[in-house]
């Protein structure tokens, strides 16, 4: 099934006749006489005004307008290319990064996209009425050679004169000329076709996006993605800060009191005692529940001593056996190792609650420009990670950094999940170890 006008004109004049191409190539060109009249009285009526201003004035207010009109046309021709192209064109323009209409301006000004947009608003207002109308003047023709014959009856046309020197008159001229038009029927068809495809290529010459565009967008879309990242694994750490300096010290501190107090009433034999030892103990599986959040938002031990300890004091209180084997030379950006970690963990809370495994392995090295990660077990396999055991938010959370999670989980097993993060490490570059400011300042350590 061909996807625009230019593909169904490839497959042959046959099956090009039997589609429905030809005709919305006459709708698409259709639709564009329409807007061409009444832009070209239009333009037309400004002229006159225009040429009774000064010579400097008259050039500002044709570019002022030029100018004010390319935008709307250059959306509105990018949606009504769908009726000859079914692949969705789409919009060139950069979001501005701060609000304001001189944000705005200043963003669009600098545009390439901007300019062609301004090119093909002075197309749309001299050259391409002509190709509109040029196709609708020709299916015009044909049909009227089709049925003038059989109008004439009802409507007074007057005497048919074709080519200037053929007088239709008798019944053998009107089938005659019936037959031509029919005969010029699919020529027409495959004209208009041709037209449909030269406009709607000059569309997308000049108002689709680039590639240059398209990467710049991209490269635009990853450094916020980062920026992100970043803010979110500031604010995790501020709440671990707060809670650990905040209120698992008044917790502490509520624990000390209660031990003098319980120690006093020890000593008086008071059965009060026995409550304020009660509420110790339950002061006292408070701040434990507390050390446990704080060490899952971000434990200390990752901060301190890296993603090999960390993975290695996850595996000591696992009630699954795991050889840890992470070999990594250098300490990493933040934002990676706090990756790295948590999918280690979550692949390894995954093994105990739906594997069966009687053991597993975690694996980590260096390979090129990535940090590969391996959690491995003999379990029954058969793990998707649509099965909500937590790893599609697990490949979202490896993609923000730029990495790519794999999943290998035959029915039977083993299991093995891969993690690959970028290699990004604080001292690679001659910046801010902070993964953010790395990326504006180079992004080839991105």
């Known amino acids: 099934m061909p996807l625009n006008c230019r593909q169904a004109l490839a497959r042959g004049p046959r099956l090009l006749l039997t589609s429905s191409w030809p005709w919305r190539s006459f709708g698409y060109l259709f639709c564009g006489a ?4 009444p832009v070209a009285g239009g333009v037309t009526n400004g002229l006159f005004f225009i040429k009774s201003l000064p010579g400097y004035a008259e050039l500002m207010v044709v570019l002022l307008l030029t100018v004010l009109i390319a935008m709307p046309v250059a959306a509105v021709e990018r949606f009504r290319l769908r009726m000859v192209d079914t692949e969705p064109v789409g919009n060139p323009h950069v979001t501005p990064g701060e609000p304001g209409l001189r944000a705005w301006l200043w963003l669009r000004v600098g545009e390439a996209a901007t300019w062609r947009e301004f090119g093909y608003a002075i197309a749309w207002t001299s050259l391409l009425p002509l190709i509109d109308l040029s196709g609708v003047l020709l299916v015009g023709v ?3 050679l089709v049925l003038a014959p059989f109008v004439e009856p009802l409507v007074d046309l007057g005497p048919l004169v074709i080519l200037g020197f053929w007088h239709v008159s008798t019944p053998l001229d009107k089938g005659l000329v019936v037959l031509l038009g029919l005969a010029l029927l699919p020529l027409a068809a495959y004209l208009v076709t041709v037209l449909a495809v030269g406009r709607a290529s000059f569309v997308r010459l000049l108002l689709a996006p680039r590639e240059s565009e398209l990467v710049a967008r991209v490269q635009a879309l990853t450094r916020s993605r980062i920026r992100l990242a970043d803010a979110f694994e500031a604010e995790r750490r501020r709440i671990e800060r707060d809670l650990h300096d905040g209120a698992q010290q008044r917790l502490v501190g509520l624990i000390m009191t209660l031990g003098v107090v319980e120690h006093e009433f020890a000593q008086e034999q008071s059965d009060r005692a026995e409550l304020v030892a009660n509420a110790r103990k339950q002061a006292e599986g ?17 901060t301190a001593r890296g993603v090999a300890a960390a993975v290695a004091e996850v595996a000591d209180r696992s009630p699954v056996p795991v050889d840890v084997d992470i070999t990594i030379a250098q300490r990493l950006v933040p934002a990676v190792e706090s990756v790295a970690y948590f999918a280690v963990k979550e692949g390894l809370a995954n093994v105990v609650k739906h594997s069966r495994a009687r053991a597993a392995r975690v694996t980590g090295r260096q390979e090129r420009d990535h940090l590969v990660l391996r959690v491995v077990d003999d379990g029954v396999g058969g793990a998707r990670p649509e099965g909500g055991s937590g790893l599609q938010g697990l490949a979202d959370r490896v993609a923000v950094v730029g990495g790519r999670l794999k999943l290998l989980s035959p029915p039977g097993g083993p299991t093995e999940l891969v993690v690959e993060l970028p290699w990004r490490t604080v001292n690679s570059a001659s910046c801010s170890p902070r993964t953010t400011s790395c990326c504006e300042k180079d992004s080839s350590n991105c």
Do not use: D, K, Y
């Open 34 to 37: 329409l807007v061409a009249l």
């Open 142 to 144: 044909v049909v009227i």
């Open 286 to 302: 408070v701040l434990a529940e507390l050390r446990e959040l704080i060490h899952g938002i971000h434990p200390q031990l990752l």
